[in-house]
């Protein structure tokens, strides 16, 4: 990520990363809504990740899929697979998914949502 934490609005998700563990188990997903924006929790291997929601192919909801051992978020609908190092989508079959920064801090666990440009 290159923009500051000042252009993010920390939402506290889970109150430590032991509840984050225990609602959501390796390898799993869960819808969350924040601000208004449906967003996709992951725990893979690799730790704890956020992303929107809608899938970027058709929309479908990536936290009705699965993860894999790749640090993967698979869609339910046509198994597109997006990387949660880039949000690449693995064979480049559709644009990114947008990720969200994840902070584990000692109050809890927080994702980060980008400010809204305001409309001019
Ligand atoms: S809607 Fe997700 S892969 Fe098609």
Known sequence: MDQSKADYTW??????????KEQVPVRKLKQLVLGGRSICFAHTAAGFFALDDACPHLGYS?????????????????SYRFSMTDGRECEFRT??????????????????????????
């Open 11 to 20: 939402h506290k998700v889970f109150g430590s990363s032991a509840e984050a």
């Open 62 to 78: 990536l936290s009705k899929g699965t993860t894999n051992y790749l640090n993967e978020v698979i869609c339910p609908w046509h």
């Open 95 to 120: 644009r990114k998914a947008e990720l969200h920064p994840v902070e584990v801090r000692e109050d809890g666990v927080y994702v980060g949502i980008k400010e809204e440009a305001p409309a001019t």
